[in-house]
């Protein structure tokens, strides 16, 4: 594994990534919330099969952050208080292990 991702990260940087725009992807910055990414991940991309309550926080954010860098995403992420706050919660249930 480690092998095929050095050599892969080494391409990448080496001729680009040609990454379509419709992919929503964001950085991994906070720390132990790697299922949280995930899941944001899962939903972000399947937004048109998704039916979200109106007032609905992950809604908000995945509309805010639409034309965001993945950068910029994981920066917003980190101040976004509604899915801080029920990552918190289920990491404080014992799931993170």
Known sequence: YETFRTEE???????GQDV??????M?????????T?????????NRDKMNFE?????KKFLED???MT???RAKYLETYEAIR????????EGQTE
Do not use: D, M, W
Request: aromatic residues 4%; proline residues 2%; neutral net charge.
């Open 9 to 15: 990260e080494e391409r990448i940087k080496a001729k």
């Open 20 to 25: 379509k725009s419709s992919v929503y992807f």
């Open 27 to 35: 950085k991994q910055t906070i720390n132990n919330a790697c299922g």
């Open 37 to 45: 990414i995930g899941l944001i991940h899962a939903i972000a991309n």
């Open 54 to 58: 109106t007032n609905s926080s992950l």
């Open 65 to 67: 952050s639409l034309s």
């Open 70 to 72: 993945p950068e910029e």
């Open 85 to 92: 706050v029920t990552h918190e919660s289920s990491a404080h």
